[in-house]
């Protein structure tokens, strides 16, 4: 889907380049020519239906690429993301991830055979463990885990939905926009908490896009925390 999208771009692109080029050339013609009113209106005419067509088409491939995002979301219901477990070449990533929620998420109920199926997403790499997707067999069941999660808090290990391409996306630029705390996820849905205090649900950059953006851009820890040295430096300048 992505690379129709790029080529309708790239053809839509290509077409209003040429189009242009020639209506500059139609404009310079010689007043002489007696066919040249006629060759403008037909080119006018060509060139609002090709727009008209080309426009239709991208609505339509806007339009199965949604649908195409919402049924992979249907599809991921029941699987989360677990980050930050120390990985081994000889490791079972199914006893290992049982072992976790047994242990440190206190569901004792939880079993090997809980699990569908799990596995390390993407290729190796030296620098961090990848993290392991886990699909559940009850969607009930993956909830639960789900709405466990805090209890890793401080384990170095957290828990993520597992989100397509297309919203992850979108949920990493709603963070930038609008800060990491008032972002979340829920059922593949992105959760937004605006400035103003209302509360959105996007799942694409258009929605994203409708909600109000804060007055002044949203301040980081690290910013926060420049702005209280400089605060506690010109109350103790004041004191002396």
């Known amino acids: 889907m992505e690379s129709v999208k790029e080529s309708l771009v790239e053809m ?6 040429r189009m242009n080029e020639f ?38 491939v806007e339009f199965l690429g949604r649908e195409m995002d919402r049924a992979e979301t249907r599809a991921r219901r029941k699987m989360l993301l677990l980050h930050g477990v120390p990985e081994d070449d000889s490791e079972d990533t199914s006893s290992m991830v049982t072992r976790i929620v047994r242990e440190k998420l206190n569901i004792g109920t939880f079993t090997s055979a809980s699990i569908s199926r799990c596995h390390r997403l993407g290729r190796p790499n030296d620098k961090k463990p990848r993290p392991v997707v886990v699909k559940f067999r009850e969607a009930p069941l993956r909830d639960k885990v789900w709405f466990a999660k805090t209890k890793l808090k401080g384990t170095g290990i957290t828990l993520s939905e597992f989100l397509t391409k297309t919203r992850h996306a979108v949920f990493m630029e709603a963070r930038r926009r609008h800060g990491v705390k008032q972002c979340w996820t829920r059922d593949g849905l992105i959760h937004v ?3 103003d205090g209302s509360r959105h649900q996007v799942d694409s ?13 949203v301040q980081t820890t690290s910013d926060a925390q420049k702005q209280d040295r400089i605060a506690s430096r010109h109350k103790r300048t004041q004191k002396k």
């Open 12 to 17: 839509t692109e290509l077409f209003n380049s």
């Open 23 to 60: 209506q500059k050339e139609l404009k310079k013609a010689s007043p002489a020519v007696v066919s040249t009113t006629s060759l403008a209106s037909e080119f006018t005419s060509f060139k609002t239906f090709i727009v008209t067509a080309l426009s239709t088409l991208q609505r339509q």
């Open 193 to 195: 908490l605006a400035a």
């Open 205 to 217: 950059l258009v929605r994203l896009d409708a909600i109000p953006k804060a007055t002044s851009p």
